[in-house]
């Protein structure tokens, strides 16, 4: 019979109890029953292993009683993905890019799969926020940008044109970039897009600012402007 006991002691004991109990023994004979032979492991198949193995003869009957612990198959599954090799275009792309940590927590690019284009794909997502926001102010079209662009004077929206145009051409060298493919100009295009995007995104923040700012105001006042 299979018992699945971790501990092998505790295995042990039970081993005498149980015969014991067979025979209808006396603690003092239980007591004195000979050592068990005990032999350690095994494989039990692909679910268990073998601790130990008891074999108690007792009156002509032989006992053998095992000693078993469940394999941790999740155990085995993350040794084989600590184990796993790194992807050789990762190592390739990281001695490439020497920032490529930065540029992962910056973009959220993914772990796997990551390639050149891919990181200007990323890249040209946030460029299109920032542009997004601006022409928002320049050309409201929706509700709350007819509400916020009125908080802009014509000098500020002139200087909004320019970080426009400055940001809309990082955009279109990040398009040329992605087309041509090629790794010479595309690592290049990726480093000078990242220090644009450092350089430009804490004005970005302030003009964020400003929009939030707009409501707030108006809200002060009370008062509610129609659009009709």
């Known amino acids: 019979m299979g018992i699945p006991f971790k501990n092998v002691a505790k295995c042990r004991r039970y081993c005498k109890a149980h015969v014991a109990r067979s025979h209808s023994l006396s603690n003092r004979l239980v007591s004195e029953l000979s050592s068990v032979d005990v032999k350690i492991g095994g494989s039990l198949g692909a679910d268990f292993f073998c601790r130990a193995k008891f074999i108690v003869n007792f009156k002509n009957q032989r006992y053998v009683l095992l000693c ?25 792309l990281k001695g490439k890019i020497k920032n490529l940590d930065m540029l992962k927590k910056e973009y ?24 997004k926001i601006i022409q928002q102010i320049l050309q ?19 200087k909004l044109l320019e970080l426009y145009k400055r940001i809309i051409i990082v955009h279109r060298e990040v398009l040329k970039a992605e087309i041509q493919n090629e790794d010479k100009n595309s690592l290049s ?16 923040i302030l003009i964020v600012g400003r929009l939030q700012e707009s409501w707030k105001v108006d809200a002060k006042k009370g008062n509610v402007g129609y659009f009709g």
């Open 68 to 92: 078993m612990t469940k394999k941790d198959t999740r155990k085995d599954a993350k040794k084989d993905v600590k184990s796993a090799p790194k992807s050789p275009a990762a190592d390739a």
């Open 108 to 131: 959220e690019l993914p772990e796997e799969n990551l390639t050149l284009n891919a990181i200007l794909r990323k890249m040209s997502e946030n460029l299109e926020l920032y542009l």
């Open 140 to 158: 409201p079209e929706e509700f709350h940008s007819l509400h916020e662009c009125g908080i802009f004077d014509d000098k500020e929206k002139g």
């Open 189 to 204: 295009t990726i480093q000078y897009t990242h220090e644009e995007i450092r350089s430009v995104k804490p004005e970005i």
